[in-house]
């Protein structure tokens, strides 16, 4: 006998009911019909043959629409077209930023690079383009079918996607790579900035469900990690899965250890032999969202509600990690929809979704709320990266820059607006 759980149509059709409902109200005189519409998608059935008989295009500048992931390389910032591509900014200046080109990718979602080389996913599979010349973008590398079960149709095979999406300031949600028929609470990833040897890595925010550490390219999905060995940056090898359960969210690097953001927990990995992760612990919590920042001490973990943790609190997490075989919670701070989260000495900066930005001094981490130091209720925010020359911030409105020289006073550098805003 065989078990089939709920295939991405099914829920796409439990979707458009929920979505599609007319409430039929009796009179005395009249039958009165009241239909309410709501934001759906479409589900588009590909053979990944075309997909990749599709010559890659390196396109002049675009308009940024929906963005998804942020990730930045040396001088150049890297935005997230979820479904489309990859926008590439010369961001030598974080005042003015200068939209250089778009990669056309179908299916992409998540993005690292290393040495040179950009790791973008392609539906099921994870491509390796040379942006040594960033006006001279090449494909070097596909590997096949390495994301084979997130779209593959159960019964035949097929993949499935689904076309376009409205990400909403007020529910703050995006797609979200692993669940294509969803939309997602999040974006990109790791704050290691360069790996042993020869190798060098970029840096994104605490959203990631791509990261590079020790020469391996690892990726997260709902239910398992991908490792990759990359020694060879253009020519990456898929090594192993590995289960980790259900809803897993996040990967972050730290001190050749991965912590693993889930919906129900945070899963450490030792990473020491980097081709062979082994569990150390899981600090585990109630259903919610869950993103995750590290120091040598502590591990920031923000939970919240959201589209497949309804259940879930809004708070930060204060994790002792200094035994990673047994991390105990600290203290848990009441928040309003915490998102992302970026690190940095001694400061602390929180994406609070449509409620704004806020930052903390977090030297004493048992009174956190006591240092609050900014609440930037105009910031929609959705994640963060603290680089070595702006914090970047990516929310529904789109991407913009501070001077964080002065952790305490943010000073606007730069706004990268999306063409068209969805107003709610």
């Known amino acids: 006998m065989k078990t089939y759980f709920p295939s991405p149509f099914f829920r796409f059709m439990s979707l458009l009911l929920a979505g599609m409902m007319v409430l039929v109200l009796p009179s005395c005189h009249d039958e009165v019909t009241s239909t309410y519409t709501f934001k759906t998608v479409i589900p588009v059935y590909l053979e990944m043959s075309t997909i990749r008989a599709k010559d890659i295009v390196v396109a002049p500048p675009q308009e940024l629409e929906n963005p998804g992931k942020i990730y930045i390389y040396g001088d150049y910032l890297f935005v997230n077209e979820p479904q489309k591509g990859i926008h590439i900014l010369d961001n030598s200046n974080p005042a003015a930023p200068i939209n250089v080109n778009f990669i056309k990718i179908d299916g992409n979602v998540d993005l690292a690079i290393n040495s040179g080389i950009l790791y973008a996913d392609s539906y099921v599979d994870l491509l390796a383009f040379d942006i040594n010349d960033i006006r001279n973008v090449k494909l070097e590398n596909r590997v096949q079918d390495v994301f084979k079960h997130m779209y593959h149709h159960h019964d035949t095979g097929v993949i499935i996607t689904y076309k376009d999406t409205v990400m909403t300031a007020d529910s703050n949600q995006m797609w979200h790579w692993g669940r294509p028929w969803v939309m997602m609470d999040r ?76 919906n129900t927990g945070m899963h450490i990995y030792d990473a020491k032999i980097p081709s062979d992760p082994r569990e150390l612990a899981v600090y585990q919590h109630i259903l919610a969202c869950d993103p995750v920042v590290v120091n040598e001490k502590h591990a920031f973990v923000t939970l919240r509600k959201g589209v497949n943790c309804n259940n879930g609190v809004n708070e930060l997490h204060v994790v002792d990690i200094q035994n990673p075989r047994n991390p105990t919670l600290l203290k848990a701070y009441s928040m309003l929809h915490p998102h992302g989260l970026s690190l940095t000495g001694d400061f602390l900066y929180v994406a609070e979704g449509k409620h704004g930005l806020k930052s903390f001094d977090v030297k004493d981490v048992m009174a956190i709320d006591k240092h609050q130091l900014e609440f930037l209720q105009s910031m929609k925010s959705v994640d963060i990266i603290a680089g070595p020359k702006s914090l970047i911030v990516i929310g529904p409105d789109g991407v913009c820059q501070f001077d964080y020289s002065t952790p305490s006073v943010l000073r606007p550098l730069s706004c990268i607006q999306v063409k068209n805003p969805v107003v709610v």
Do not use: C
């Not at 997260?220 to 259900?246: Q, T």
């Open 187 to 262: 974006v990109n990833l790791s704050a290691q900035s360069a790996s042993p040897g020869s190798q060098s890595y970029g840096q994104g925010g605490s959203m990631a469900r791509f990261t590079l550490m020790s020469g391996h390219l690892y990726a997260v999905d709902e239910y398992s990690l991908r490792v990759f060995d990359v020694a060879d940056a253009k020519l990456p090898k898929h090594l192993k899965n590995i289960d980790l359960g259900w809803g897993i969210e996040t990967i972050f690097p730290f001190q050749e250890k991965l912590f693993i953001g889930s």
